[in-house]
């Protein structure tokens, strides 16, 4: 089915995210910062800032039980800034070649609403798609299908006409489940093939 609408995450496919930048200073032994981001400041517990909880209660919720961490806990919100230093060059030039012809782009992102707020006008790109959807604001969270309904139905999508870019299996997958067509994001070059392949380049 020819595709209308082209949805794409931003962290990791548009915009680079890493939490070990800031803490490669703060925690300067490999192994011991690992641990620290495996076990402690995990995804698990990132996810659900990307759902809409506060960040105060997130902290709290830790320091209660890594008292001895608490410092290094409240680090990354204080740095958080540092985990998004550049978008990606070649997937940005993608994006807006797409909308120079014509195709219809918006964004799906999980993101914490407040640490949105603060970085995205640092990417002014991002205000070239024709509107974006964060999880932190709808307290809603991909793969959940309920977000991609939520966005299809707030930009007017036709699923099946959707492809959506992301650079997680499991919410490529999630999409899928959602009615949308969807792609992996592994490279800007595979991206650029993929998207030849459906006609939009």
């Not at 204080?78 to 070649?90: D, G, L, N, T």
Request: with cysteine; proline share 5%.
């Amino acid at each position: 089915m020819t595709v209308s609408h082209v949805v794409f995450d931003i962290g990791r496919v548009l915009v680079h995210w890493d939490p070990e930048l800031p803490y490669r200073r703060l925690i300067p032994d490999e192994a011991e910062r690992r641990r620290f981001l495996d076990e402690i400041c995990n995804h698990a517990w990132i996810v659900e800032q990307d759902r809409g909880r506060a960040w105060a209660d997130a902290e709290a919720e830790l320091v209660a039980r890594h008292p001895q961490h608490a410092d290094l806990i409240r680090a990354f919100r204080r740095h958080w800034r540092e985990m998004v230093p550049h978008a990606y060059p070649e997937t940005v030039a993608i994006f807006r070649r797409l909308i120079a012809n014509g195709v219809d782009v918006t964004l799906l992102t999980n993101w914490a609403a407040d640490t949105y707020e603060e970085a995205s006008p640092d990417f002014e790109f991002l205000r070239e798609a024709r509107g974006v959807t964060v999880s932190g604001r709808v307290r809603l969270i991909k793969p959940d299908i309920a977000i991609y309904d939520h966005h299809a139905r707030t930009f007017g999508l036709d699923p099946a006409r959707t492809l959506f870019i992301d650079d997680s299996p499991a919410n490529v997958e999630g999409a899928r489940e959602a009615g949308w067509q969807s792609v992996l994001f592994v490279s800007p070059e595979r991206l650029e093939q993929d998207l030849a392949a459906f006609g939009l380049l």
